[in-house]
């Protein structure tokens, strides 16, 4: 057998739910393959199996090691058969040490047994972070790093155990361009020193610089592996998806903003310097940037969640005082943080309570849900992003990434607020549910709402957003109006974004 790692025949069913159907998967060492699919068509799933975090469906299907058949029961089995998956969340311990983290489970002793031998894995753990070429301090607790330095980290650990396989769950969906350079040149090095690596992601051009071939599901079947050569973007998507789907649209042009609804003046905090703009009703206002610029910030800061130094924001011309969510909820504003994780869901509740328990209830008891407008809402946007669930009873936790994100997006869309601030609104959702919420945004603001959209993804930026405002480190460095818009480039946005200011030194 020519493939290192061979996956026959599986089979997963969650309580009565069938979500992987016969699947083939094998892979060669020295091979980056792409995993694609749309939210819910299995991938994590797939990947959880090899990673021996789910069992496969009984007397169904085989995995084979270097030919040899195998049983993974248990992540420690997969780690003996040298799999290493880097999950879609960040495993590690915030409050540990880098080299602590490393270890976790396989400390070292010292020669008598009784003790951690701390200088020996601080010795190893530096080797191997070394070894990579990245600049991190093993003794440095985790929650000091930034998201790309984490998985650095958490490719060590892989490496650690001599790792063949390397499992990449959508790993760039946090990092910023440098960031994902380096870790694609990290990709690039595993493969030479002769890994598998299976990189799972949304993002077309990634797969296209980075992968060697590619394997699509969709529903939980397989609709093909095929080398990328010969492939094109139309032709990925058309496997995944079954349709052609919309080609870029400048939704922008359809758009007719109002008055100006919300201006700040000289917002100032320690993370962000001297912020001014204007918000109009009806407007998409883009915030562009690296990640890190300062965008999120802002939209914290606006929302009362983050404290303000210095500045004033204004409502309809009306000096508000936001000190906190629920001031920011009163005065209208709404707000889909980018980490829906820890600010977003609920996940130990059902996908019905999430998607309807606006977070405005947390704040404001007179806001009733009635159960009409509950099942209203679900079957209407559930419909729309075709948010992937057994029922609306099912917990949240149990959806898949992007099937989560789609829940969050949907709960703050269904209360329509006057202002609302959309950080990365898309992170980690598939193609064609990304063209429907597109399509929601500009139906929002067709009915009046102002929304300030901060993405990472220009095209994103470019199709929605009438002006832009563009950030880095903290700072606004440029504003474009409808006219600059309408003829900038990707490139033109980079300058700003990464520190040019414009009309200075021109
Ligand atoms: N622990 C679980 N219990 C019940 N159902 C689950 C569980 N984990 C996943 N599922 C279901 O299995 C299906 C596949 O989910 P999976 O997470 O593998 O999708 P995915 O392809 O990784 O999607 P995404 O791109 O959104 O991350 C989904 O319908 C999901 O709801
Ligand atoms: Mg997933």
């Not at 031998?117 to 990245?134: G, N, S, Y």
């Not at 600049?135 to 790309?148: E, M, P, T, Y």
Request: proline share 2%; charged share 25%.
């Amino acid at each position: 057998m020519d493939n290192y790692l061979e996956m026959k025949d599986i089979n997963k069913t969650f309580s009565g739910n069938k979500v992987l159907h016969h699947i083939d998967f094998g892979l060669k060492l020295g091979e980056i393959r792409a995993l694609m699919g749309e939210n819910g068509a299995g991938k994590s799933t797939l990947m959880k199996i090899l990673g021996g975090i789910y069992p496969k469906d009984k007397n169904t299907g085989q995995i084979f090691i270097d030919g040899k058949a195998v049983e993974i029961n248990s992540v420690e089995d997969a780690k003996k058969y040298g799999i290493a998956i880097v999950h879609q969340e960040i495993s590690l311990v915030n409050e540990m040490t880098v080299y602590d983290n490393l270890f976790m489970g396989d400390e070292l002793s010292t020669g008598s047994g009784l003790f951690l031998d701390d200088r020996e894995m601080i010795r190893r753990a530096q080797e191997i972070i070394d070894e990579l070429k990245v600049n991190i301090h093993v003794q440095r607790k985790v929650k000091s790093l930034s998201i790309a330095q984490q998985q650095m980290v958490e490719i060590c650990r892989a490496l650690l155990f001599n790792a063949k396989i390397i499992v990449m769950d959508e790993p760039t969906s946090s990092l910023t361009g440098r960031e994902i350079d380096e870790l694609f040149s990290q990709l690039q090095r595993l493969k030479s020193a002769g890994l598998g690596i299976i990189y799972i992601s949304h993002r077309m051009e990634e797969i296209f610089r980075i992968s060697d071939s590619i394997t699509i599901l969709r529903d939980g079947r397989l609709i093909g592996t095929k080398p990328m050569s010969g492939l094109d973007h139309d032709s990925v998507i058309q496997m995944m998806v079954g349709r052609d789907l919309d080609k870029y649209i400048r939704h922008s042009e359809s758009l007719c903003p109002g008055n100006v609804c919300l201006t700040v003046k000289h917002l100032s905090n320690q993370k962000i310097h001297d912020i001014s703009f204007d918000l109009r009703a009806g407007e998409v206002l883009g915030f562009a940037g690296l990640v890190g610029a300062g965008r999120s910030e802002t939209a914290r800061a606006i929302f009362g969640i983050d404290p303000v130094q210095e500045g004033e924001i204004f409502i309809d011309q009306k000096r508000v005082s936001i000190k906190n969510a629920a001031d920011a909820i009163r005065s209208g504003i709404g707000y889909v943080p980018e980490n829906r994780k820890e600010e977003g869901l609920i996940l130990d509740n059902t996908v019905a309570f999430n998607l309807t328990i606006s977070i405005l209830e947390q704040f404001i008891h007179w806001i009733h849900v009635d159960k009409a407008r509950e099942h209203k809402t679900i079957g209407e946007y559930s419909n729309k992003l075709s948010i992937k669930m057994s029922s609306p009873d099912q917990r949240i936790k149990y959806l898949s990434g992007g099937n989560q994100q789609k829940v969050v997006v949907s709960k703050w869309l269904a209360t329509h607020p006057r202002i609302l601030i959309l950080d990365e609104p898309t992170r980690g959702i598939d193609i064609g549910a990304k063209t429907e919420i597109y399509h929601l945004i500009v139906e929002m603001a067709r009915s009046g709402v102002a929304v300030i959209l901060i993405s990472s993804e220009m095209e994103e930026i470019l199709s929605l957003c009438s002006r832009v405002v563009v950030m880095y480190e903290g700072k606004v460095t440029a504003v474009l109006d409808e006219e600059e818009t309408e003829n900038v480039t990707q490139e033109e946005i980079m300058w700003y974004a990464s520190g040019r200011v414009k009309n200075e030194a021109e």
